[in-house]
């Protein structure tokens, strides 16, 4: 082979190896960009979610899935104490309930229905009792999973996808 031939072929072999560089390049940069490097399992969560952003992005909310999420929640202030348990399982089944901080036996009850009558008619809650206080204030958040929540805050603790498909097929 002559010199020119030499030169040329250097010459195409060094711009190949140029060009299978810069496309390896781009390939990696964009499978790191699409996040594909390392397993989906090891995936982290840097923000914060609600629970119903978890159940959504975990595919909970999938017309096939049979998804389930248990969720302990406790909550306690000065004036209240609460403890739920919140069940999420496939797309249909929720419920809310009260473990802690509300009342049960049925003089409980009878107690409650007092403090209901109490309140309705205008009197204070000083000197009510403060377990029955604690109790109704509990029970609002409850949803028993059938029919409608026990309280008229009981889709606060359930899922948005969830409230809006159960809207949606009352209304039908």
Known sequence: MDEL???VIIKYISVISAALFGGL???LLIYKLNGLSGSSASKSYTKSLSLDKLYDEAKGNDPLSE???TSKINISSEDY???FLATYQGVRDRTILCETGCQTTDEDNLEETRLR???AEGNKTDELNQETTNSLFC???EYPGTGEGIGPLSNTL???TYVKRK???SNE
């Open 158 to 160: 359930l899922d948005e």
């Open 25 to 27: 390049l781009i390939v």
């Open 117 to 119: 009558t109490s309140l």
């Open 139 to 141: 029970k609002q958040f």
């Open 167 to 169: 809207r949606a097929t």
């Open 5 to 7: 031939h030499k030169q």
């Open 81 to 83: 104490s609460c403890g």
């Open 67 to 69: 998804a389930r999420m």
